[in-house]
């Protein structure tokens, strides 16, 4: 709220280029909240940290927002804020949160964002490996459209290379409409598994394999038309997990392996006409600027294999240049696993010295870090495979459903269906995006689950909570209209918890600002899980139904515009908000 006034100040103090100095908002014992800005400009500028305080203070244009602004201890500046000016903001929010997703929401400038993230594999099993990139980056593009950026989604699927050759041959096989036909939907591990066991134990078989793949990249007909239909029937499977987890990817926004592969061997030639890229041990390969091997070697990235076939960095390079001239991208996310940062990284240092990414377009690496097990290892199955994701969907639903039957038996089966799923869901989901995307976690469905701490049920619990208050109230939703219900009423900011919660309420826009600047979802968790404690501090302490006429409006007020928050913070986060709970 205060963040550009004060930066403005700094900078009529200090010069204009410490404008972009982090004002370091804190919470304050002693305010609304504290500035500590002055600690770290004081030895950047020559004077005391109190005397920087002081210029900074002199320079603040505050009239009308802050009723005190105080130096105190080294160079803290505490600012108590006008209550006239936290209604009125705070009304301003109720209007427009009853028209916009955001209230309002941020105006930065509008860029194109491709985001690439999920990327599964055709025919073979989505496993935990794949949530946090799905998850993650689902979540992301939904916070970037909703901070009005043009958000192109981008499912790069492994659906080409050598492995293909086998795949359809076993297809052929064993019959599209048999049982093991079946399995590349039902069960694609399976399906894989008993192809590669074909391959691996039958020579005849083996070499069909391989003169399948010869047909397959020299694009005979009859060869594609089955890969298609392989790819088609993966694209079920795929969507069964997408449907399941509430994210919003669609065929559409499949750009696999196999839409690039016409264009690798020209990219391979410009890069050698260009200089970028000579034979190594037989290898085609790029060695971009600053990256080094063990042995202090410049350190290779290859682009065409020794025995002429293209990998991963020839088809992600490729990406890159699709994606800036033909997506016109300004900023390009890929939502990947830590482990390939150093791959991307080289990529996209070869792009840029190929000119395919110019400096105006930004490309980041959004690492992904491990989900893992109960032991700290990397999550996997007892026999010692990948988790399979879908198994861990369908238990998360089936423990949230036990949970809602043993609560709730008063609701219907359908009501207590749709909470278990948006539950269970909401609990996976949560638990991921809480932590920051680069880091591990523990996969525990037991804190997952809990109605207590920093959990998904606990904020979604908050919300229906507040449902059910305005429901009592006979606030509801009119006839027709879609979004959470709205009570009509000025708010009035009195009670100190009413005016934390203001407070926290006003931070919302901020809010997802950072975090489409930072691309990091656990700032939003962390906003929400803070609005749904400082809601429960506030309902115990500031009396809402039984209230008298006029506190009563403006609590009920308040209480719908928390709703409205926590609904659409959990909606930007794929996450859904029980009726009941």
């Known amino acids: 709220m205060v963040v550009p006034r004060v930066q403005a100040a700094i900078a009529q103090a200090f010069g204009e280029e410490f404008r972009d100095t982090d004002p370091v908002v804190r919470p304050s014992q002693f305010a609304d909240i504290q500035i500590n800005a002055a600690m770290s400009l004081a030895k950047k500028v020559g004077v005391p940290p109190r005397d920087a305080a002081a210029r900074i203070v002199e320079a603040l244009k505050l009239d009308g927002i802050c009723n005190s602004v105080e130096i105190s201890g080294p ?43 999920s990327s599964p594999n055709v025919a073979k099993e989505m496993h935990v490996g794949h949530l946090r990139t799905t998850v993650v980056g689902d979540s992301l593009v939904r916070i970037l459209e909703a901070l009005g950026h043009t958000v192109i989604r981008q499912n790069h699927i492994g659906d080409w290379g050598t492995p293909f050759g086998m795949l359809i041959e076993h297809w052929l096989e064993v019959g599209e409409d048999s049982p093991d036909g079946a399995l590349l939907v039902d069960d694609p591990s399976a399906f894989y598994q008993a192809a590669r066991a074909k391959f691996d134990g039958d020579a005849d078989f083996a070499t069909r394999a391989r003169l399948r793949v010869v047909s397959l990249q020299s694009a005979h007909e009859e ?109 390009i996310l890929y939502v990947v696993g830590a482990p390939q940062n150093v791959h991307l990284r080289m990529v996209m240092e070869t792009a840029r010295e190929a000119g395919w990414l110019p400096d105006t377009v930004e490309a980041t690496h959004v690492q992904i870090g491990n989900v893992l097990g109960q032991d700290g290892k990397i999550l996997k199955s007892r026999s010692g495979t990948p988790v399979k994701l879908m198994a861990l969907l369908e238990e998360a639903v089936d423990r949230a459903r036990a949970v809602v039957d043993a ?18 869901m909401g609990a996976v989901k949560y638990a991921d995006l809480s932590v920051g995307h680069d880091t591990e976690y523990v996969f525990d469905f037991d804190r997952m689950l809990a109605l207590t701490g920093n959990t998904g049920p606990y904020v979604q619990y908050a919300a229906a909570r507040i449902r059910s208050i305005l429901r009592k109230a006979g606030v509801s939703s009119p006839t027709g209209a879609e979004g959470e219900p709205t009570a009509a009423g000025a708010i009035a900011v009195v009670d100190p918890a009413e005016r934390a919660l203001a407070l926290h309420l006003l931070e919302y826009g901020a809010t997802l600002r950072r975090v489409g600047e930072l691309l990091e979802p656990h700032r939003l968790c962390a906003y929400l899980f803070e609005l749904a404690q400082l809601f429960t501090s506030f309902y115990d302490q500031c009396p809402v139904l039984k209230a008298e006429e006029s506190v009563r409006a403006s609590r009920l007020a308040l209480c719908s515009l928390v709703l409205h928050r926590l609904s659409d913070g959990l909606d930007l986060l794929g996450i859904g908000t029980p009726e009941n709970m």
């Open 75 to 117: 160079g803290f500046i505490n600012l108590t804020f006008d209550g006239t000016w936290i209604e009125e903001l705070l009304n301003s929010a109720a209007t427009k949160a009853e028209s916009t997703p955001t209230g309002g929401g941020p105006g930065a400038q509008a860029q194109r964002v491709v985001v690439d993230y």
């Open 223 to 331: 060869t594609l038309a089955v890969w298609r239909r392989l790819v088609d029937h993966s694209k079920l499977y795929f969507n069964a997990i997408y449907s399941t987890l509430g994210v919003s990817l669609e065929d559409d926004h499949i750009a696999g392996e196999s839409s690039y592969d016409p264009h690798l061997a020209q990219l391979c030639q410009e890069l050698e006409e260009a200089g970028l890229a000579r034979v190594s041990e037989g290898a085609l390969c790029t060695f971009p600027a600053g990256f080094k091997g063990r042995d202090g070697e410049p350190l290779p990235l290859i682009i065409r294999k020794s025995d002429g076939g293209y990998g991963y960095a020839t088809t992600d390079l490729a990406t890159v240049r699709y994606r800036v001239q033909e997506l016109h991208a300004d900023r």
């Open 407 to 424: 609560s709730r038996p008063d609701l219907s089966e359908e009501e207590r269906a749709v909470t278990a799923r948006q539950v269970g």
